[in-house]
């Protein structure tokens, strides 16, 4: 920048107008004019607002030593401390809430800094200093350069700062922030770049040590995942990250320790065993429970439920409810209430339904919240849907043996009922296919189709007793048109 100082006067009447409500030819940085309204929102005064002291000097040593960023303070203060004396500038090391814990540099800019509250113990969040860069880099997650009047507190103008925040490479989480401050003379454009390598510097760092905890994990615990002689298990560490698995893909990257019982994506049971280091998973050998199977056919003339050879009595209001949860399992009521009545369904009576469907259908087949089914379904118009999707028309009209639930009115099936009917006259008309033709104009959705008839009698050998039953067919089309 060929003049820090002219540009600072053009960002403080930038800024000026602004909170004035002024139009203004120049408009700040959309990440500064963002800062700014949340700051404002958190009743931050541009003109009189310093950032409050939260931990006196003697509690600093305590919070720097269980801060996970302590371990890197030698690798920032090569990074950063030689550029910082020679810029005059101060480094400042922060934790996720804004709390400075170090404050190292210049002499001379750090007796300065004291002086606006740019301190050790003093906080330094949006909320509670206005736009600033380390405050700023953590409520964006991203690093962050604020010169001047980009301060939204008056005060900072005279300051101009970079801050990248560092990330926890085990959890990801936002763990800090590192700042490079100074006096806005002494601006370099290159300072954002440097600060957010020194960030990634110290990112690396505590890689490195989580590596070489896992492997200290690993060699000291490995004897307890080998004496389960097969049983499947893994070692955690102490958040719950999988560091070794028996068998491999045992388990999800990351683990929920909260508790001692563990419920693993595919519905097994697991227990938690804590070691000296992180913890022991087991995954006790369960029997295997046959899930029941419910078949749906409901492309029949009268809807059909089979649960293990037993047939199911079912109403057409209960086959919608079957419909909608075999095609879109995980409903809450109000979202079953407006597929299966539109905007005049309730919830109330859909709840009231379904527990009855439950009642009959019996338990372990219909689970809440949301509700779902819990069996392993067949139904013939996802066997259709199923057959459309790999392309085998033959076998999409063996089994499209008719219209979806033809009495209902539900929303959900009459759409479903389009899909299916459109989708296998377009897949036998496309195929010219006769047996495929044949089969679909024998259903109540093609036995009027005059198009699909016609390209069946161009297809039919003249000996077929079928071409005979089209052309008839054919012209009592044309009577009644």
Same mark, same amino acid.
């Given at each position: ?76 203060? +090569? ?24 404050? +190292? ?237 539109? +905007? ?102 093609? +036995? ?34």
């Amino acid at each position: 920048m060929a003049d820090p100082r002219q540009h600072a006067l053009l960002l403080n009447r930038v800024r000026d107008a602004v909170l004035s409500g002024t139009r203004t030819a120049v408009s700040p940085r959309s990440v500064i004019s963002a800062s700014w309204q949340r700051s404002l929102a958190a009743n931050v005064n541009p003109d009189l607002h310093t950032a409050p002291t939260v931990f006196a000097p003697d509690e600093l040593p305590e919070l720097r030593e269980r801060h996970p960023l302590h371990p890197t303070l030698p690798v920032l203060r +090569e990074t950063l401390l030689g550029f910082a004396q020679e810029a005059k500038h101060i480094m400042v090391v922060a934790d996720a809430q804004g709390h400075i814990l170090w404050c +190292e540099g210049s002499h001379h800019t750090r007796s300065y800094a004291e002086n606006v509250g740019l301190a050790e113990g003093t906080r330094w969040s949006e909320d509670s200093a206005g736009t600033n860069a380390m405050g700023t880099a953590l409520a964006v997650n991203s690093s962050v350069t604020v010169h001047s009047a980009e301060h939204l507190v008056r005060t900072y103008h005279h300051w101009t700062c970079a801050g990248s925040p560092v990330r926890d490479p085990d959890t990801g989480e936002t763990i800090g922030v590192i700042d490079l401050s100074g006096p806005v003379e002494t601006m370099h454009p290159s300072m954002v770049a440097l600060v957010s390598a020194s960030a990634r510097l110290a990112e690396s760092a505590l890689l490195a040590r989580m590596n070489a905890r896992d492997e200290e994990l690993r060699a000291r615990n490995m004897r307890h995942l080998v004496a389960l002689r097969g049983e499947p298990g893994a070692l955690l560490s102490s958040t719950g990250r999988v560091v070794a698995a028996e068998p491999y893909g045992l388990v999800p990257p990351r683990v929920d320790v909260s508790s001692d019982r563990v419920r693993l994506p595919d519905g097994r049971d697991a227990v938690l065993e804590p070691l000296a280091q992180g913890y022991l998973l087991r995954v006790p050998r369960q029997r295997l429970v046959r899930r029941p199977v419910l078949s749906l056919s409901f492309l029949l003339p009268e809807p059909k439920v089979v649960l293990d050879a037993r047939e199911v009595p079912i109403s057409l209001r209960h086959a919608e409810i079957l419909c909608a949860l075999a095609l879109h399992g995980g409903l809450t009521a109000d979202q079953l209430a407006l597929r299966l009545y539109g +905007e005049r369904g309730n919830p109330t009576t859909v709840r009231a339904e379904l527990h009855r469907l439950r009642a009959q259908l019996g338990t372990g087949v219909l689970a809440t919240r949301p509700y779902r089914l819990t069996t392993h379904v067949e139904a013939d118009f996802l066997a259709v849907r199923a057959a459309l999707r790999d392309g085998d028309v033959p076998l999409a009209a063996a089994r499209y043996r008719g219209t979806l639930l033809s009495r209902s009115e539900a929303p959900i099936v009459l759409a479903e009922r389009d899909d299916l009917a459109s989708g296998v006259r377009r897949a036998v008309l496309s195929r010219g296919d006769a047996n495929a033709l044949w089969t679909f104009t024998q259903t109540d959705s093609g +036995e009027h189709d005059a198009e699909a008839m016609e390209q069946l009698v161009r297809l039919l050998p003249p000996n077929d007793v079928r071409l005979a039953i089209t052309n008839a067919r054919l012209r009592r089309l044309d009577q009644d048109d």
